[in-house]
């Protein structure tokens, strides 16, 4: 069983187009977070939940929106999609000051 | 910023040598991880250090932490060309569950 599943890995789309990435975890953790890692594979971290509630929102764009329906899921809205939003997203988990957990990333394409 | 940077960027070695990674971060942290990506995959942790822990080790990993010099290193002692991939450091904020990352170290172990 995957323990932190993120989907579509690839998503491929056009320029102000709306598009969702959905991450769900079954290890049971109260934290999740969602990374965009560039091209240069830097890493930066967009946002953290913890039970539901936002910690972190790391100056992202007004149109990512992340929505906590329950503690082992946190998806990524985005909208309007922009060129410069192409990067792969990651999902991740972990247990209170301990290690994350990564899904395997969702590689997002705008056109 | 929290971001931490890794040194070298990028590191050839041949099959049998040691590898050392070196990061610095900037403010005072918890705890300090290192992780590894695969190309195209996500991350998969490799070792947590805590800020009053000075050495630790895992394997063929040691990682030391100098939290005066606010700085860390990762050696990969007798490299296999499997442990070709990007290494990157993480810290997490003295606040918790907050991680960021420096911009990796890629590795290419030739046979």
């Known amino acids: 069983d995957t323990a932190v599943s993120q989907t579509p890995k690839y998503l491929v789309t056009q320029m102000g187009n709306d598009k969702s990435i959905k991450c769900e975890q079954n290890?049971?953790?109260?934290?999740m977070y969602w990374y965009k890692q560039d091209s240069k594979k830097f890493l930066k971290i967009m946002f953290s939940?913890?039970?539901?509630?936002?910690?972190i929102n790391e100056t992202v764009p007004n149109r990512f929106s992340p929505k906590s329906p329950d503690k082992a899921h946190l998806n990524l809205h985005i909208n309007s999609l922009e060129l410069g939003d192409s990067a792969v997203y990651f999902c991740?988990?972990?247990?209170?000051?301990?290690?994350?957990?990564f899904g395997s990333g969702t590689q997002l394409s705008v056109l | 910023s929290q971001q931490g940077e890794e040194d070298p960027q990028a590191l050839s070695i041949q099959e049998g040598e040691n590898a050392t990674m070196n990061c610095s971060y900037k403010?005072?942290?918890?705890?300090l991880q290192w992780y590894r990506q695969n190309s195209g995959r996500g991350l998969v942790h490799l070792i947590l250090?805590?800020?009053?822990?000075r050495e630790k080790h895992s394997g063929r990993l040691r990682v030391t932490l100098d939290t005066s010099k606010k700085s860390s290193s990762l050696l990969i002692t007798a490299s296999r060309a499997a442990d070709t991939a990007s290494y990157f450091c993480?810290?997490?904020?003295?606040?918790?569950?907050?991680?960021?990352f420096g911009t990796g170290t890629s590795l290419t172990v030739i046979p």
């Open positions: 290890l049971g953790h109260d934290t």
């Open positions: 250090i805590r800020s009053n822990e």
């Open positions: 991740a988990s972990s247990p209170r000051d301990e290690k994350l957990f």
């Open positions: 403010t005072s942290i918890n705890n």
């Open positions: 993480a810290t997490e904020k003295l606040t918790g569950n907050q991680f960021y």
């Open positions: 939940y913890n039970n539901k509630e936002l910690i």
